[in-house]
């Protein structure tokens, strides 16, 4: 019985942000693995290929190449599916906390509304859509028109009972970022 060993040697070269490793194959033939670092993640993307002098001789080399693809693409489709999974859970946590503030600046506007007598003697009525920003400690900045009723007398009056709520107690307690918002307040008379 004949004991034998072989040494493999390769020949590794980098570049800007990439890697290249060549390796000798099974019978003769060589592997080429190019490792390229993004640098927009902190994965790696490895790109096998055969360097041959026989390129239609088909190698074990050429199998692992093979699956060496296919565990690299996977990798980036299970990153790609974890990224998705986290961006659509926190913009479905940030819907929620929008809904949330929005109910509590409902709740709060109420104390403060006022219909002007005028627009009430004239049946002055419409929607009027201020954008705001509520910050995560609950002050309320940036009150603006966005759209107008249609009568100055009721798209001042929105704004300033939304001026006057200026706060939203207890927010600060489970908001952590500013919200911007746009909010309509409706004007309608009804018969009584």
Same mark, same amino acid.
């Given at each position: 019985?004949?004991?034998?060993?072989? +040494?493999?040697?390769?020949?590794?070269?980098?570049? $800007?942000?990439?890697?290249?490793?060549?390796?000798?194959?099974?019978?003769?033939? &060589?592997?080429?693995? %190019?490792?390229?670092?993004?640098?927009? #993640?902190?994965?790696?993307?490895?790109?096998?290929?055969? &360097?041959?002098n026989?390129?239609?001789?088909k190698?074990?080399?050429?199998?692992? /190449?093979?699956?060496?693809?296919?565990? &690299?693409?996977?990798?980036? !489709? #299970?990153? %790609?599916?974890?990224?998705?999974?986290? +961006?659509?859970?926190? !913009?479905?946590?940030?819907?929620?906390?929008?809904?949330?503030? /929005?109910? /509590?600046? @409902?709740?709060?506007?109420?104390? @403060?509304?006022? @219909?002007?007598?005028?627009?009430?003697?004239?049946?002055w009525?419409?929607? &009027?859509?201020?954008?705001?920003?509520?910050?995560?400690?609950?002050?309320? !900045? !940036?009150?603006q028109l $966005?759209?107008?009723?249609?009568?100055?007398?009721?798209?001042?009056?929105?704004?300033?009972?939304? +001026?006057?709520?200026? @706060?939203?107690?207890? /927010?600060s307690?489970?908001?952590?970022?500013?919200?911007?918002?746009?909010?309509?307040?409706?004007?309608?008379?009804?018969?009584?």
């Open positions: 019985m004949i004991a034998s060993a072989s +040494i493999h040697a390769g020949l590794m070269m980098t570049s $800007n942000n990439s890697s290249v490793i060549t390796l000798p194959g099974s019978t003769g033939s &060589v592997m080429e693995v %190019k490792i390229k670092e993004r640098q927009d #993640t902190l994965t790696k993307n490895a790109i096998v290929k055969p &360097v041959s026989n390129p239609s001789k190698t074990a080399a050429h199998e692992v /190449i093979s699956r060496i693809n296919k565990t &690299v693409a996977s990798s980036e !489709n #299970t990153e %790609k599916q974890k990224s998705k999974a986290i +961006i659509s859970a926190a !913009n479905k946590q940030h819907a929620k906390s929008k809904a949330r503030v /929005i109910s /509590i600046l @409902y709740k709060e506007l109420n104390k @403060y509304f006022i @219909y002007p007598g005028l627009a009430q003697k004239r049946n009525q419409g929607k &009027v859509l201020l954008s705001l920003r509520v910050t995560s400690n609950g002050k309320i !900045n !940036n009150v $966005n759209s107008s009723s249609g009568y100055n007398i009721l798209d001042q009056a929105a704004i300033n009972s939304l +001026i006057k709520v200026g @706060y939203l107690p207890k /927010i307690s489970w908001l952590h970022y500013d919200i911007d918002l746009k909010l309509p307040v409706v004007y309608q008379l009804t018969e009584s």
